[in-house]
C-alpha cells in the first residue's frame, strides 16, 4: 500500500498545477514509511480536547523533524467560542499554525451512516462551506504558508447559522451525551 500511496504522490509532485490531498491514518506510521517525502504540507486533524491537541502536536513535531516546513493543525467539530479559544491558545503555546475551523455538525455523522462525503450528503452546511474554503486556502499557499482562517461564522447544532449554543452543564446533558458530561474542552490551566 505505501509503495502505490508513494507513487502517487511522486507523480502529482511533479505537476505544479495538480494538488494531491491524501487522508491518511491517525497514525505516525505513514510518516515513517517515506510517505511525506513529496508532501508540500501537512495538516492535523484535531478536536478541541486535550488528547487530540497533544496528539496533533505531536505529529506536528514528526512531520516537522521529517522536514515537511507547512504543518498545520485543522480545528474540527468546534462547537463555541470557548472551544474555539482553547485550540487557539494551545496552538500559539505550541508554535502552531492553524489552517482551518470545522464547526460542530449534525449532519456530519448521517453523512458517515449512508457512507456519503459530506458534500454530497449535506451539500449547504457550515462544516461543508468550511472544509471548502480552507481547501481552496491551502491549494493556493502553493510554495509559502498556510493561509490562517478567517474567523469562522458561527453556526447552530445543525450547521444552519446563528450562534454556536454552548454546551449544556453535565447535570443538563441529554441522554446522547450532548453537553459536558462526556469530554471537557481543554484548559491551558489544567495541562
Known sequence: MHATVRSVIEAAANQDNEVC???????????????AQYADAMLCIVEPYYKSLETGRRMAVLGRDLGLERVALVANKVRDERELEAV???????????????????????AERAEAS??????????????????????????????????PETADAAGNGGSIPSPAPPE??????????????LSLEET
Do not use: W
Open 21 to 35: 490531498i491524501l487522508d491518511t491514518e491517525a497514525s505516525p506510521e505513514h510518516l515513517s514509511r517515506g510517505t
Open 88 to 110: 487557539r491558545k494551545f496552538a500559539e503555546t505550541h508554535d502552531l499554525e492553524i489552517a482551518g475551523i470545522i464547526p460542530f455538525d449534525e449532519q456530519m455523522p448521517g
Open 118 to 151: 459530506p458534500v454530497d450528503f449535506a451539500p449547504g452546511t457550515k462544516a461543508v462551506a468550511a472544509i471548502g474554503e480552507m481547501a481552496r486556502r491551502v491549494a493556493a499557499g502553493n510554495g509559502g504558508s498556510i493561509p490562517s482562517p478567517a474567523p
Open 172 to 185: 443538563t446533558a441529554d441522554a446522547a451525551g450532548n453537553g459536558d458530561s462526556i469530554a471537557k474542552p
